[in-house]
């Protein structure tokens, strides 16, 4: 079954302690994003990966971090959490062309205190 | 991507068709028109896509007009595992990227 798996899915940290969003894909895709969603701001992308060890920044990547050192993996590194990055976290990839479509995992809720 | 404009809200009957508009006046001749939806706070879903030509799949019809400045999906059949955020896009992923709007909550009441 084509999947997009993220762990975890619910994450409550402290403020400064780093933290790691794993994200895996099954398809061989190229393109990985990582999105956040916050209440009236809809999804914004953080950061995209078009292959491997090739990324690039989206709308909002101050704080994050991110890798890709294998295809099927994109992880979201937070070096030093903030609470102005407490959200709900989307990781998707796809093919990446204009006729294909994303899939999304399941998503992370990530609470920073 | 092509800015779009959906109806913030909109309710329907179950078992009766939603109709939801997408305005996308902007479009380009090469970008394809999007829908996906989301459920409560799950990952996003795509749902189906189209370039000038209407589509059908097993989840929804897509009619988009001749001038494709605008769209419409289609459930024919609401139920109430219908209800969720409906976010029409276009330009597909190109460079990996998508572009959500505020999309459209959809209700399907009994």
């Known amino acids: 079954e084509a999947q997009v798996t993220q762990n975890p899915r619910y994450l409550i940290t402290v403020t400064g302690k780093k933290l790691t969003v794993t994200c895996s894909q099954n398809?061989?895709?190229?393109?990985m994003s990582w999105y956040r969603q916050d209440p009236g701001l809809g999804l914004r992308q953080i950061y995209y990966?078009?292959?491997?060890?090739?990324?690039d920044k989206g709308d909002v990547p101050e704080g994050y971090k991110v890798s890709r050192k294998e295809k099927r993996n994109f992880p979201l590194i937070l070096e030093s959490p903030s609470p102005n990055q407490t959200s709900l976290y989307f990781c998707a990839s796809s093919a990446g062309t204009a006729n294909t479509e994303a899939f999304f995992g399941q998503g992370t809720r990530l609470t920073v205190v | 991507d092509a800015k779009t404009t959906q109806p913030p809200s909109m309710d329907c009957a179950e078992g009766r068709a939603a109709n939801l508009p997408c305005n996308h006046s902007?479009?380009?001749?090469?970008?394809?028109v999007y829908w996906y939806r989301q459920i409560h706070s799950q990952g996003p879903q795509y749902i189906i896509h189209?370039?000038?030509n209407n589509e059908t799949n097993e989840m929804a019809s897509l009619i988009i007009t001749e001038d494709r400045k605008s769209s419409t999906l289609i459930l024919p059949h609401a139920t109430l595992r219908d209800t969720a955020v409906y976010y029409c896009?276009?330009?597909?992923?190109?460079?990996?990227?998508?572009?959500f709007g505020q999309g459209t909550i959809l209700t399907v009441h009994p």
């Open positions: 398809m061989n895709h190229e393109y």
């Open positions: 896009n276009s330009g597909g992923t190109s460079y990996g990227k998508l572009t």
């Open positions: 990966s078009m292959n491997v060890e090739v990324t």
């Open positions: 902007t479009i380009s001749g090469n970008e394809y």
């Open positions: 189209g370039l000038k």
